[in-house]
């Protein structure tokens, strides 16, 4: 792929911006509070974006689109069921006590619910997950640009992390949360016209149909499993996912998505920076409508490819097949970006590609430092020092955060192995954190010791699931299987799945038994913090549309409209 | 907080727009091919011109607005 001046024109301009309104922010940083919650000072639209935004990394990018080739539109799973409602949970349910308790991050819930321990748990298994995933953010955008346009990795690297790291440092969350709207815009409008495109060369959604129904049968399944989200559920056997119904509901739709839309900072900090209690609520809720949506933008473009790629006599479009003879699913969005728009256009998609690598590593870097400095820095090095002090400190952890980040950045290029041990370990510290959550804040009688031993075992119940079951076809080793395959699962999708249901209904059992046998706290110490003794949030001032409980039934209408026509 | 997003968002997307406009309208037309014979610059670039600009005047209405606010306010506490 060969870029033209105007391209280049474009990427600059966008980089123009970008470092513009850090600069523009620089003087509304006093506290440490604007720099870390943006004064909590945020309308509810650009919050809602910025919480849809800081999660649309490339990874959900390239990855929905390389799904969307491989399992065809049961991928959208992930959105429809994996996680509007989850974000319609947390905007309902949860946000009251994470905004209300005046918290200022995540693990500071876990703090104030509970016991220092717990806290101390979350925010140290969370810090090193931020840094490290926003390493791979950068290590997967300056491989990808090396192979496409034939960049040096470094220089990929460099600028994509000098540029996060002044628009952070000088404007804090304020300027990562308005460059993630910026970034949302970019992304869809630049998108769009890749869609229509990619639609009109497959004849349209029904000669999309047709064609995906060729694939479907290459495979071996039924003529709709590439177009139908729902009808080849029913058995493991009978869809390309590998997974069945319940497997599918519970493990992605219940465990993976609450527990990671409900409490992981780095999409609730967005909520919290919102202006009001109920422009927190309705922040997730705002996010959501578009979020729906997204399957059509990001998994639309994999199975037009697919279906291309499968054309009898060539479209003129085809996937290329990876060195042991496999389709190299994750060029999707890539290669189709270089096959349909011409110069000019072809830059603003680049450009929108790239701002999706830089959100995903902003987002992780602003949780970051405001964890490290809060959670870590305050509460076990230095308590007690003026706000001034943690506000430099908040910047200098985002200097080092970048720094440790390119850093994972490059042991991903040496050794690939320890990215996806990593990743798992992200995998059993995250499953069973939302059962936590869940009796935090909705059964007074969960205690401290009950959170930690739940959270610990939930932990330890996720390793032992993975290190005795297999997915088919793999030896044992990253994918599980190391004492010895007790159970073989007919695809990745679906040993993930279960070893979240394993991991959230130990830790929720051990947490309950645990704290059964301990002392509870004083009830009047958890006003605010738990369901049943806080007041509820006042809403008759509010017009319907502004209403939490009103917004969520309507979205989840839209979402069950959205599944029943592409059943 | 202080700064309105939608300037930034309509000033980049104003000088987008602008720039495809233009590179459409003075493009050699056989680029045109891999977009299906559609001059994209040109009808894309127009879309995303009209968002720019859009977002442009509802931040200069807002502002506006609450500069009147302001105004109104004023002269209140002067009576």
Known sequence: MTLSAIDWIIMLVYFVFVLGIGFMLRRYMKTSTDFFLSGRSIPAWITGLAFLSANLGAQEVIGMAASGAKYGIATSHFYWVGAIPAMVFVGVFMMPFYYGSRARSVPEYLKLRFDEKTRGLNAISFATMTIFSSG?????MGLLLQTLLGWDFNFSVLVS??????YIFLGGLTSAIYNEVLQ?????LGFLPLVFLGLKDAGGWAGLQTRLGVVATQHGFGTGAWSNSWKYMGSAASNPMGVEWFGMVMGLGFVLSFGYWCTDFLVVQRAMAANSMSAARRTPLIAAVPKMFFPFLVILPGMIAIALTYQAG???????????????????????????????????GLTALMASFMSGMAGNVTAFNTVWTYDIYQS??????????????????????????????????????????????FAFVNAPLFATFLLGMFWKRATGHGAFLGLLS?????????????????????????????????????????MAIFAWTTCFVVTILVSLATRPREEKELAGLVYSLTERPT???LSWYQRPAILGAIVLLMTLALNIIFW | MGLDIRLPIGAMFTVFGLLLVIYGAVSDKSIYQRSLGMNVNLEWGAALLIFGVVMLLLARRSASAAKADESEHDSNRGH
Do not use: C
């Not at chain 1, 791979?136 to 997967?140: G, H, P």
């Not at chain 1, 992390?161 to 002044?166: E, G, K, M, R, T």
């Not at chain 1, 996937?319 to 190299?328: I, R, V």
């Not at chain 1, 032992?464 to 599980?480: D, E, F, N, R, W």
């Open chain 1, 184 to 188: 949302f815009f970019l992304i869809v």
């Open chain 1, 458 to 498: 939930g932990m330890l119940a996720a390793a032992i699931h993975h290190a005795t079951t297999l997915p088919a076809g793999a030896v044992a080793g990253v994918k599980g299987g190391w004492f010895g395959a007790l159970h073989t699962y007919r695809s990745e999708m679906a040993q993930n799945f279960w």
């Open chain 1, 161 to 166: 992390a000098v540029i996060v790291l002044i």
């Open chain 1, 539 to 541: 809403e008759e001032h």
């Open chain 1, 314 to 348: 060539g479209s003129g479009f085809a996937l290329p097949a990876k060195p042991d003879g496999s389709l190299n699913y994750d060029m999707v969005i890539p290669l189709m970006l270089g096959h349909y728009f011409p110069s000019g256009l072809l830059g603003v």
């Open chain 1, 380 to 425: 076990y090095i230095k308590p007690g020092a003026s706000d001034r002090h943690y506000l430099m400190m908040g910047r200098m952890a985002t200097v080092f955060g970048i720094a440790v980040s390119v850093a994972a950045a490059y042991v991903a290029t040496r050794f690939n192995n320890i990215m996806d041990m990593l990743q798992l370990v």
């Open chain 1, 136 to 140: 791979i953010s950068m290590y997967a």
